[in-house]
T-cell receptor
């Protein structure tokens, strides 16, 4: 089955860039996503990338996709304390009926 | 943007009772809804996928008789945890995909915290 892995924890200083990494195993993934979850809340879609793209930038967010290595990353520029949350990557299988497989989540802590 | 609500946001029930959680799409019609559960400090695990008007498709290992899912309308899906036990305590999150939305979009509800005592 599919397996999506992330490092558990990342700590950065306010104003620095954060890079959250994700590896996946399903080469037939069509879309890859990044979601943000604040404590006790649901998931907020931050951005997504289609599998035929290498990079996507959206304001402070940059997504890089290395399909050969099945590696996805999310870079947050000028990280703020409000960015502290858990970040999940997720993949959508081709023909999977919109089913998403989520990564293990990375807790981002932004320190002053 | 599309909004998905869940009710209740938090519920405490006694062991052996049943609890119903509602998931509503507020400003769009949701042909497909998904139910996830999330244990503390863990990822989301898909429990089942429901399409309006048809039976839900459960993931392997999820007991369909214990977690009853009904998607009777294009804006409402319900998850009923029957004969709840303490090990069912978890954070339950629904998501919805619209009939006219982009294929990449799933909108998530705020979650329901279930505690079984």
């Amino acid at each position: 089955g599919e397996d999506v892995e992330q490092s558990l924890f990342l700590s950065v200083r306010e104003g620095d860039s954060s890079v959250i990494n994700c590896t996946y195993t399903d080469s037939s993934s069509t879309y890859l996503y990044w979601y943000k979850q604040e404590p006790g809340a649901g998931l907020q879609l931050l951005t997504y990338i289609f599998s035929n793209m290498d990079m996507k930038q959206d304001q402070r967010l940059t997504v890089l996709l290395n399909k050969k290595d099945k590696h996805l990353s999310l870079r947050i520029a000028d990280t703020q304390t409000g960015d502290s949350a858990i970040y999940f990557c997720a993949e959508k299988e081709r023909g999977g009926g919109n089913k998403l497989t989520f990564g293990t989540g990375t807790q981002l802590k932004v320190e002053l | 943007g599309a909004v998905v609500s869940q009710h209740p946001s938090r519920v405490i029930c006694k062991s052996g009772t049943s609890v119903k959680i509602e998931c509503r799409s507020l400003d769009f019609q949701a042909t497909t809804m998904f139910w996830y559960r999330q244990f503390p400090k863990q990822s989301l695990m898909l429990m089942a996928t429901s399409n309006e008007g048809s039976k839900a498709t459960y993931e392997q290992g999820v007991e369909k008789d214990k977690f009853l899912i009904n998607h009777a309308s294009l804006t409402l899906s319900t998850l009923t945890v029957t004969s709840a036990h303490p090990e069912d305590s978890s954070f339950y999150i629904c998501s919805a995909r619209g009939s006219s939305g982009a294929s990449y979009e799933q909108y998530f509800g705020p979650g329901t915290r279930l505690t079984v005592t």
